[in-house]
């Protein structure tokens, strides 16, 4: 017990500890010398990163130890990997490009990823028969740094689009930043809403009918706009759902991303509101000192980094471990799948940029679809359709 | 279609744009041209030189990167449909997809069926899809890698002035750098890993050639996995079975031509505990339940040392015990035999007693074993119990009042009984299935009281061969080593050429240009030498 807290610990203080170093990378945009000397506020941003990222380790060979196992058995355990990941790659990258503008929007992107991990069941859980394998940390922990790798590319796509889209007319690319920078509010407003109602300890509960014709119950931690097929109320005071959903749909989960969707489109609202401008118009002056040729290198060396680790880990561990546990090494899983058009997207992605002379701002789109189809292979996958890979 | 010579002597095949020599332009076009695509050295590539029969035609067509890009693209869409709905193959066993798909999803469940959805990844246009890919593989790799080939084995230290001004990186100028300078450039070119040639004052740097090779190994690994898995439909190659298996039973292993028995021991499934494993776990115990910890099979493996002999019983020679775990099958010969499932507490045998309604008093026991019964059991003292009728997986009656069972396995037995008593010597007739009992001749004085139930455990086991295996793993560990070599290291090339009063210094890679322009401007710093410009970019503004 004591090295489980001791792992959680960790992990806060990580959590704080990349929080600040956001603060001090974003000092270095502030200072006004010229781009390529690293300023002071820079260096210490990545010293304390680097701290953040050893915390981020200790936790994750602490709770190796108390588990016996590598902590990526669970959705928890593996957003939290992913984003220590995210972490190491942008140590790798910063390490070669020096770019502090990289940390001021990879450091939030990881706080955002681990405060969302940690809405999900955080205790240590034991194996099921089919995880128990040495396959379990190398096929996981080298398809993670792959897709982290490959998200860097994202993070510098983004500043890219950012510093690039003519903010002067509205079209379909400021539709498009807008919308990105909108799924980006919708996570912290996911972790707005759960953590409040969950504060709150609200519940509710329902009776319901699946597709089966079994009763059956729900219990929602958040007020029901979304009922169960043919819900119940069973608990007094309690929001009635709006609507109810056909049996096969999971209502909690559509209630809970309503939620998300519907707070995180009033916050955006707001800040458009408050701002007068489009997001992406008022953060343009952050990056006004981005040479674009720069993050339009980092964007694609990400993927040439990221490229070979996450075939290896995705692809080929995968495949190897497939055939021990599962019998067969591709039996089209959902997730294999979504691996394969990860795969395949980027190879798509390499070979338009180095054949058809895709750079700039194309390549960074790509670099923003590619990083969708990552956070749909790891979330929605797992939550929505139904697999193998189903361990949440 | 004849080779071209070119003025500085070398001979060039049909189709070159410029010469793999010496790098003057050979077309007139390209001797127009101010910048030329450098990608594959203006070598003669097929694609580019022929148009005319329907070969050429086909040849062009998988040759074009973008086709290539295209297929990739539409797999990548294609694939995803598959995902919407489960596939076939995981749906139950027992169910029909034609109906499965209309009840569980509707309308587009019904669609998805149609339009052939729910078996996407073996029909035919996805497989097509796929066959493209490779077909487009092996020409676009051909097509540029063996002209790429022979431009980078000739190229010659001192280039034409044209080539260079070509090159996207140039620069020129009047300014002749003096000794200090030139022995500069060289000594950061070797930092930088350079090798360096020089010849009547033309410096040519290079380096990381082998990475231009990358995309075709890699391609190569490509193609050497499509062929292995297509290797499976190669009789005897490829074996996948499944052996259901009760404890105590000794079975043949299918696909092994009944060479190989196995034997169930035990069947255990062990669930993790809150007392028994490590006590971390306990939150998320209270919270999910029963968690499994081990599914297992403790399996015995004979060979029948007969099996040569026809018409021979068999003659079983232990070989092997194993514990069969999931993630640790057992392998034998080039079989592996995996846990897949099992089926707990299977019904083997009831036991009953004959009971006469009035007194209570029991008149003697049977056991009726569900895999091989008896006709009659007899009891002693004139009792005795005929058994009519067994159905083993009981579904109702048939319109004529008929028991009817759904399959010969146990899951609801149900019997027809004659219980013959000194009362009753001709008997009296009871049907009997589970937590019920039918007289359908009319009241009877006894009754089968059950007693007891046994079970056992059955596992089911995979048996498979794959021996395209090791032509997967060879087309995986080439593609990684080609993809590696591609990505990690960069083609580098530097001229610097001193020619009738001018200095020309060019530069060239396949990819990365903001990388080589870095190194450049690093490697000339200090020197009189101007770092070349991206001239593609000065064509832009």
Known sequence: MELASLSSNLLYAAFVLYLVATFF?????????????????????????????????????????????APV????????AFAMMLVGAFILIYSIYRVSILGLFTMPVVVLIIAYASMFPRELSPLIPALQSDWLYIHVTTAALGEAILSISFVAGLIYLIKAVDQTKAGKKTFWLEFVLYSLISVISFIIVTTSFNFMNYEATFTWVDSNDQQLKETYSIPALVGPNQGDLQTDNRLAPIVDTPPLVNAKKLNTLVWSLGIGLA???????VLRKRLGAALKPVVKNVSLDLVDEISYRSVVIGFPVFTLGALIFAMIWAQIAWTRFWGWDPKEVWALITFLFYAAFLHLRLSKGWHGEKSAWLAVIGFAIIMFNLIAVNLVIAGLHSYA | M???????????PYGTILCESCGRALTGEAREQKLYDMRYEGSARRSQTYNKSIIDKVWNFFSSVKVGIWLIMLTLIGASFGTILPQEFYLPNNVDPSVYYEDVYGVFGKLYYIIGFYDLYNSVWFIALIAALGVSLVIASLDRVIPLYRALKKQRVDRHESFLKKQRLFAQTDEIPNEIDLQTVRNQLKKKHYKINEENGALFAEKGRFSRWGPYVNHVGLIIFLVGSMLRSVEGLYIDELLWIREGETLQVPGTKGEYYVKNEEFTVENYGEESDPEVFNE????????????????????????????????????????????????FDQFAMYQTSYQKDEMKAMRFALQNKSTGEEKGELTVDLFEQQDSYILGGGYKVELLGFYPDFDGFTEEGEPKSKSPLPNNPAFLFNMISPEHPDGEVSFVEIQNTMEPLGETDYKMTFKSLETRDVSALTIRKDLTLPVLGLGGIIFM?????????????????????????AGHTNKNWYGLKKELDLILKGTSIPAPEDQVEKNKK
């Open chain 1, 25 to 69: 990378f974003g000092g270095a945009i502030r200072d006004k010398r010229s781009q390529s000397s690293v300023s002071g506020w820079a260096k210490i941003g990545f010293v304390v990163t680097v701290i953040g990222f050893m915390t981020h380790l200790g936790y994750f060979f602490t709770r190796w130890i108390a588990g016996g196992h």
């Open chain 1, 73 to 80: 058995s669970n959705l928890f355990e593996f957003i939290v």
């Open chain 1, 267 to 273: 916050l955006y609202t707001l800040c458009r509101l």
């Open chain 2, 2 to 12: 004849e080779n071209k010579k070119c003025t500085c002597g070398h001979i060039n």
């Open chain 2, 284 to 331: 998320a115990l209270e919270r999910v339940g029963t968690v499994v910890k081990n599914y297992q099979t403790d399996a015995v493996l004979y060979r029948d040392e007969n099996n040569e002999l026809p018409g021979a019983e068999p003659q079983l020679i232990e070989l092997a015990k194993d514990d069969i775990q999931v993630n640790q099958p057992m392998k």
């Open chain 2, 481 to 505: 080593i080609g993809v590696i070599q591609g990505s990690y290291w960069n083609h580098r090339r530097v001229w610097i050429q001193n020619k009738n009063g001018h200095l020309y210094v």
